[in-house]
């Protein structure tokens, strides 16, 4: 059977189940697949084919023996470089990182593992998260499949290029301040950032604890909810997890929407948002309101202030986990050093790369003495009045409709000179980190062959509706059937 590297994770159950194909098929499928494409797209720091091959034949081995009915066993997945992979290279694509082996999983990958799940490799990122675009990868660039000029979005741009081209069946990506959403807007796939505190980041190398999610990257609704299934959950090795019911998210696919109400935030369609990305969001807006949801609009005065808010926290906080990296504990370590701090401060110099080094100075400031109150304490008041900007609004809705990213894929080294416009980048994904909600980006149409993306948000905790009205969305529309040429 061929193709088979295009397949989502439910089509490939199906055909597994059946006994149709192999997971060794499926693997080899998707490791050919890399073979042909990923010289263009470059979405892979880490490949480790053979022991996705052993992952898959263990898989077939289990399913064989009757043990295989789970629809994670043998499916091929990619895991972005900041989350712990026992026994592989996680470098969170900083060279402070590039010869870190972790002596363990992170907790989602670990779930994965349980479920028999097949790693193919770990993707390109921003260093530490910290970008828009990859271009802040200590070690290179990753393309957009859809054009190869432009960059895949980020910071998890090789986990959602990599579902984008095929290269995986699904990935996993975090998001901080819209890292899982905005690549996947731009790459033209499906992004979920669930609740803060669905999901453990034990194993989570921490840039801003306070905003940090992991979540899954897919290429359709179905298989988001599916892995969402996979990696949420109580953890008592991270203790901001909460143990809250998890629902069965498929459960919630039906594609019903009637009496839905949709609010539709006007400041997240203001200045910087292009026409055709408005409009297509409208549209979609409108395709659910064909469909029996009710849509008004509304306004959140305070997401003015989101992206400030946030490049004081997520740097303060940042400031204050990489620390860690002294060249004592781990990876990299200058060679030639003169004493303790001359060593610590060699290492951090050369490890790090230029925009980690501006997180690190802009949050060190904005936490010391004498410019606390005015700055850090300040974003922290400001975060709650966006939080409940948000309550209010949740009070008369049942989601709120965006647009992910503001533009669709800009040209590599366009922005990268330019970090405001690079940081406008996220103001419509920001505020929902700053708030601790959850939300989904999903394809919903095309400028110039580049995909745009949607944004639902939702309350905390219900995730359920937010994959209702994404798959009703999608039932309706065939955005995510669009496959790059390549
Ligand atoms: N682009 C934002 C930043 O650089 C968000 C990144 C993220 O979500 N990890 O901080």
């Not at 996680?90 to 010869?99: F, G, P, R, V």
């Not at 957009?144 to 995986?168: H, I, K, R």
């Not at 992004?191 to 989570?204: A, D, E, H, I, N």
């Not at 405001?420 to 700053?434: E, F, G, R, S």
Request: charge should be negative; proline fraction near 5%; charged fraction near 20%.
């Amino acid at each position: 059977m061929s193709g088979l590297h295009t397949l989502t994770i439910h089509e490939a159950y199906d055909l597994l189940r059946s006994g149709e194909i192999t997971s060794r098929e499926l693997t080899q499928a998707v490791l050919e697949r890399i073979e042909a494409v990923e010289p263009k797209v470059r979405a892979y720091i880490t490949l480790t084919p053979e022991l996705a091959i052993q992952q898959a034949e263990e898989a077939d081995r289990l399913r064989e023996a009757g043990n295989g009915s789970d629809v994670l066993v043998g499916i091929p997945l990619a895991i972005k470089d900041n989350l712990c992979t026992r026994g592989v290279l996680t470098t969170c694509a900083s060279k402070i990182l590039q010869n870190f082996v972790p002596p363990y999983d992170a907790h989602v990958v670990e779930r994965l593992r349980r479920r028999s799940a097949v790693f193919v490799g770990k993707t390109n990122m921003d260093e530490f998260a910290m970008g828009s675009s990859t271009e802040n990868s200590a070690f290179f660039v990753t393309r957009n499949p859809w054009n190869l000029e432009c960059v895949p979005g980020g910071s998890s741009g090789g986990s959602a290029a990599a579902v984008a081209a095929d290269m995986c069946i699904a990935s996993l990506g975090s998001d901080t301040g819209g890292s899982i959403r905005q690549p996947a807007a731009l790459c033209g796939v499906v992004g979920m950032k669930p609740t803060y505190g669905r999901v453990s980041r034990y194993g989570l190398v921490a840039y801003a604890s306070s905003l940090d999610q992991i979540g899954p990257i897919t290429k359709d609704v179905t298989d988001c909810a599916i892995l969402l299934n996979a990696i949420c959950g109580k953890d008592h090795r991270d203790s901001t997890s909460v143990d809250v019911p998890v629902p069965d998210f498929t459960a919630a696919l039906v594609p019903e929407v009637k009496g839905l109400r949709i609010g539709v935030p006007k400041e997240f369609f203001a200045q910087g948002v292009a026409p055709e990305v408005a409009e297509a969001v409208y549209r979609a807006i409108r395709l659910l309101e064909e469909m029996g949801a009710i849509a008004e609009e509304t306004s959140l005065p305070y997401i003015e202030y989101g992206l400030a808010c946030y490049y004081i926290l997520a740097p303060a906080e940042a400031s204050s986990n990489l620390a860690r990296y002294d060249g004592v504990k781990y990876g990299w370590r200058t060679q030639e050093l003169t004493g303790h701090i001359d060593m610590v401060e060699k290492t951090r110099g050369e490890g790090f790369g230029a925009e980690v080094k501006q997180r690190i100075m802009i949050g060190t400031y904005a936490l010391s003495a004498g410019y606390y109150d005015a700055y850090y304490l300040k974003a922290q008041q400001v975060r709650t009045l966006i939080r409940r900007d948000f309550d209010r609004a949740f009070e008369q809705y049942d989601v709120l409709i965006t647009p992910t990213s503001p533009t669709v894929a800009f040209r590599i080294g366009e922005k990268a000179d330019d970090p405001l416009a690079m940081k406008l980048a996220d103001v419509c994904t920001i505020p929902v980190n700053i708030a601790g909600l959850p939300a989904l980006a999903l394809p919903c149409g095309f400028q110039d062959g580049l995909p745009i993306g949607l944004q639902i948000i939702g309350k905390p905790w219900d995730e359920q509706t937010i994959l209702r009205v994404a798959y009703a969305y999608e039932q309706a529309t065939d955005w995510h059937r669009k496959k790059p040429a390549l």
